[in-house]
């Protein structure tokens, strides 16, 4: 198997543990694009997928999901990077995070990032990034930005949907 199957599979099953979790915890899983245009018909409990933004480059970008909740007052875009083997996806955190601070319109946006095959360093520039508020401005500086491992989200979800 190709080194991009495999990690496109590998991917997949990080996305497929992301809505494994959060259906349990009872939200309705669905396309962003079907609830965009039927809003009325579904619930306030909500994990939508293949969400779409503008990317800094001006081109059309989608974010793995969308966690709407109000019983929480949540509303979460959730952004998954799995990186099993060496490779070169590391070198696309920046634009990630630049992405999340510049374009991405919620406020509080999610990194799930995981896997044994990151560069040293790559992970934790990305959390320090995070925590120093790197490349804020004053109108990005309010936002909310978590970057967690699979563990510390399965901590994060079942803290956040216990109460």
Same mark, same amino acid.
Not at 157 to 162: I, P, R, S, V
């Given at each position: 198997?190709?080194?991009?199957?495999?990690?496109?599979?590998?991917?997949?099953?990080? #996305?497929?543990?992301?809505?494994?979790?959060?259906?349990?915890? !009872?939200?309705?899983?669905?396309?962003?694009?079907? +609830? #965009?245009?039927? *809003?009325? =018909? /579904?619930? #306030?409990?909500?994990?939508?997928?293949?969400? &779409?933004?503008?990317?800094?480059?001006?081109?059309?970008?989608?974010?793995?999901?969308?966690?709407?909740? =109000?019983?929480?007052?949540?509303?979460?875009?959730? #952004?998954?990077? +799995?990186?099993?083997?060496? !490779?070169?996806?590391?070198? =696309?955190? &920046? /634009?990630?995070?630049?992405? @999340?601070?510049?374009?991405? &319109?919620?406020?509080?946006?999610?990194?799930?990032?995981?896997?044994?095959?990151?560069?040293?360093?790559?992970?934790?520039?990305?959390?320090?990034?995070? *925590?120093?508020?790197? /490349?804020? @401005?004053?109108?990005? =500086?309010?936002?909310?930005?978590?970057?967690?491992?699979? @563990?510390?989200?399965?901590? +994060?979800?079942? *803290?956040?949907?216990?109460?």
């Amino acid at each position: 198997m190709e080194k991009g199957t495999k990690s496109n599979i590998t991917g997949n099953q990080l #996305e497929v543990t992301i809505k494994t979790v959060l259906t349990g915890k !009872g939200f309705e899983l669905l396309n962003y694009r079907v +609830w #965009e245009k039927n *809003k009325e =018909k /579904y619930g #306030e409990e909500l994990l939508l997928e293949n969400v &779409p933004f503008t990317t800094i480059y001006e081109h059309k970008g989608n974010t793995e999901f969308l966690l709407i909740s =109000k019983k929480y007052d949540l509303r979460i875009r959730i #952004e998954c990077k +799995w990186q099993q083997v060496a !490779g070169s996806v590391d070198e =696309k955190l &920046p /634009y990630l995070y630049l992405n @999340t601070i510049e374009a991405m &319109p919620e406020n509080s946006i999610m990194i799930l990032i995981d896997g044994a095959g990151w560069k040293a360093g790559a992970i934790k520039w990305l959390k320090d990034a995070v *925590k120093q508020k790197k /490349y804020t @401005t004053e109108d990005t =500086k309010n936002k909310e930005i978590f970057v967690f491992s699979l @563990t510390e989200f399965f901590t +994060w979800a079942n *803290k956040t949907f216990n109460k």
